[in-house]
T-cell receptor
């Protein structure tokens, strides 16, 4: 599976948009970009995924560059409850294991 | 909303003892997983299970580990002879079948402490 690179940490003010970058320059054509988050040692939680088109759901938006070598997860209006570690994961298809990296620790401050 | 449940939430055991961690996946899910997370480290894949057999396992999942689906609802992880380094959070996950089933649902985890 393609390797991903994320910043170690970032802060965000409550109510503002949080933009979380992820580099996956070795992604191959059949690999999807997934985002999960983990709130303080709870089980990871699925956020969103995409192949090449931008995606939006009730939690977030996912912007994938045209060359698919990077993506950005956008939390449109961050709340204190969005404080978590966010993981960008690249893998083929929808089945199989998830390979978690270190992720980005996002801290939302009042 | 349906959710994955795990018991116990915290298990303390002595080195060399056997432990069984239990999970109840979401009822119509057919793919099951175990992951672990040592304190301060990454979430690591252990094993996936489908159609009553292991479909993939990591190098962590050695002969000391086994999984079972003893009935229609439970999915268990057994560690035969625990070591200090088995201390970790263990997460169970499940997924519905089908090509559009992209989401793995995780349980809250069992914290295993080996003394």
């Amino acid at each position: 599976d393609a390797k991903t690179t994320q910043p170690t940490s970032m802060d965000c003010a409550e109510g503002r948009a949080a933009n979380l970058p992820c580099n996956h320059s070795t992604i191959s054509g059949n690999e999807y970009v997934y985002w999960y988050r983990q709130i303080h040692s709870q089980g990871p939680q699925y956020i969103i995924h995409g192949l090449k088109n931008n995606e939006t759901n009730e939690m977030a938006s996912l912007i994938i560059t045209e060359d698919r070598k990077s993506s950005t997860l956008i939390l449109p209006h961050a709340t204190l409850r969005d404080t978590a570690v966010y993981y960008c994961i690249v893998r083929p298809g929808t089945w199989g294991k998830l390979q978690f990296g270190a992720g980005t620790q996002v801290v939302v401050t009042p | 909303e349906p959710e994955v449940t795990q018991t116990p939430s915290h298990q303390v055991t002595q080195m060399g003892q056997e432990v069984i961690l239990r999970c109840v996946p979401i009822s119509n899910h057919l793919y099951f997983y175990w992951y672990r997370q040592i304190l301060g480290q990454k979430v690591e894949f252990l094993v996936s299970f489908y159609n009553n057999e292991i479909s993939e396992k990591s190098e962590i999942f050695d002969d000391q580990f086994s999984v079972e689906r003893p009935d229609g609802s439970n999915f268990t992880l057994k560690i035969r002879s625990t070591k200090l380094e088995d201390s970790a959070m263990y997460f169970c996950a499940s997924r519905i079948a089908g090509a559009d089933s992209y989401e793995q649902y995780f349980g809250p985890g069992t914290r295993l402490t080996v003394t």
